[in-house]
Every structure is written in C-alpha cells, then in structure tokens.
C-alpha cells in the first residue's frame, strides 16, 4: 500500500501570506495526486487533480505541483476563508489513499 | 446543479450491517466512477471502495471484505453495505463522484454512523 505523509501537520499563518504544504508518496505516484480542502463540519472540497490541474471554479490562488513521489500545495494571499484542513490523495493504486491532513490556522 | 444526496441509518449495534444510498441529482450518472470515504470523528480521511456505472468495483483491503458496493443505473444510485460492524467503524460516511478513475470532484453530504450498543 502507498503511505501518503504530509507535512507540516498543521500551520500558523497570517491573513495575505503565501504558504506550501507538502505531501510525500512512499512509492512514485506520477501525478495521480488530489488536493482537498475541508472545513469544519463540511465534506471536503476538491481543489486540484492530475497534481496541478485546477478544478473549474477554484480560484488560482491555488496551485499544485509535483510528480513521483513529492508533491506542493502552495496558496497565495491567504483569505479567512482558506484557513482549513489540507488533504493530499493518491489514486495511482489501490487502496487509494490520503494524507494525514495539514491543519491551516490563523496566526 | 448536478449534487450527491445520501441516506440511511445513522445508529447501529455491533454486529448489525450498514447501509447507505447515495443518488445523483441534476447531472449523469453514466462514464462517472463512484466512491465511497469515511472519516473518524477527529480524524481524517480512509477510502472505502470505488464502482463505475457498469458495476466493475475495488475495495480496501483492510475493511476484510465486510464491504460491498452496487450500483443502481435505473435510478442513479449507488449503494454501500458493510457487515459486523464496530465502534472502530464509527464515523462521518461520504459518497463521491469522479470523472476519471480515482478522482473525487463531487462528494455528498456525508452522514455520521455511530456504532453503539
């Protein structure tokens, strides 16, 4: 099975910052990695697939990169709205699997 | 606008089997790959298993075969049982949809079961 480790586990930052999560797979992955967000409460919200492709109507303020087995999730000006737990998701093959979670929190 | 609308019990006993439906409203159910995502409370995300329109399934190992999914074409369902069921299988359960194989563009509302004797 492929382990899906993220890091940091969770973040501090402030409202305009430019911040980088990053995802590592145990074996490579090429790019069949997702990035979702998820709010309190709220079923996750896909955000990027294929590593760097966006989903239709998530603002570029998101971007993704990576291919193998290391992989970013970088945001730009950070909104209130973005202070969120981060999941990266491989689907190269079963079991998919996820990464622990990257926790975003106001500073 | 197309969305996943969920539904079924949400308190069960140990040993008992849970079951969920989950229905596409608005869009195609057809060329989509359909999955099913659970979540401990306070924990994160484990992937349960995952079908397509035609029926063709894959499941997570480490669930040992208690789960099956099935798909419904005629009233654009899909479907999750899992048998002997535990406290460790309470948690927030989502159904999603995807374009391409592994992908998860559309998730539902999510439903807690909570396990309890």
């Known amino acids: 099975d492929i382990q899906m480790t993220q890091s940091p586990s969770s973040l501090s930052a402030s409202i305009g910052d430019r911040v980088t999560i990053t995802c590592r797979a145990s074996q490579g992955i090429s790019n069949y990695l997702a990035w979702f967000q998820q709010e309190p409460g709220q079923a996750p919200k896909s955000l990027i697939y294929a590593a760097s492709s966006l989903q239709s109507g998530v603002p570029s303020k998101f971007s993704g990169s990576g291919s193998g087995t290391d992989f970013t999730l970088t945001i730009s000006s950070l909104q209130p709205e973005d202070f969120a737990t981060y999941y990266c998701q491989q689907y190269n093959s079963y079991p998919y699997s996820f990464g622990q979670g990257t926790k975003l929190e106001i500073k | 606008q197309v969305h996943l609308q969920q539904w079924g019990a949400g308190l069960l006993k140990p040993s008992e089997t849970l079951s969920l439906n989950c229905a596409v409203y608005?869009?195609?159910?057809?060329?989509?790959?359909y999955n099913w995502i659970r979540q401990p409370p306070g924990k994160g995300l484990e992937w349960i298993g995952e079908i397509n329109d035609s029926g063709s399934t894959n499941q997570n190992p480490s669930l040992k075969s208690r789960a099956t999914i099935s798909v419904d074409t005629s009233k654009n369902q899909f479907s999750l049982r899992l048998t002997s069921v535990t406290a460790a299988d309470t948690a927030v359960y989502f159904c999603t949809r995807g374009r391409f194989v592994g992908t998860m563009r559309l998730w539902g509302q999510g439903i807690l079961v909570t396990v309890s004797s």
């Open positions: 608005g869009g195609s159910f057809s060329d989509y790959y």
